[in-house]
């Protein structure tokens, strides 16, 4: 089943759209979507925008993937920006039943507020 993950992120005149293309992977499927930028003026207001993909067991959280994404020469349409993504799993992606695989998007503007957003994905490793 093909699910895509949407999220819409606002902060001082920029907007950011993250678009995850599946949220349920299978093993040997990458994580891929894009990023939406579209500003009042200047993206300059921006300092990064952090792609992280957390896995929360037992009350803990690890980082197990994890991409930045610049504005420097990426495409330009309809007055906003857009950049493509891909995040490649790897064995610690695997999860118990009662884990949670997190995609994030952190937005962090260059006063050092952040905005975050997140949503589940699933990832499921084939049996031999």
């Not at 759209?17 to 093993?27: F, P, Q």
């Not at 891909?86 to 994030?104: S, T």
């Amino acid at each position: 089943m093909i699910n895509k993950w949407f999220t819409t992120m606002e902060c001082n005149g920029v907007k950011v759209d993250t678009i995850v293309d599946k949220t349920d992977l299978v093993e040997g499927e990458i994580l891929t979507g894009k990023v939406y930028v579209a500003a009042d003026s200047d993206v300059e207001k921006i300092d990064c925008i952090v792609l992280r993909v957390v896995k929360r067991a037992g009350g803990s959280t690890q980082i197990i993937g994890k991409s930045s994404v610049e504005l420097v020469g990426s495409v330009h349409t309809k007055g906003s920006e857009f950049v493509d993504f891909e995040i490649i799993p790897d064995d610690r992606w695997a999860c118990e039943e009662a884990d949670e695989i997190i995609f994030q998007t952190v937005l962090v503007m260059g006063d050092g507020t952040e905005i975050e957003d997140e949503g589940v994905i699933t990832y499921t490793f084939l049996e031999d």
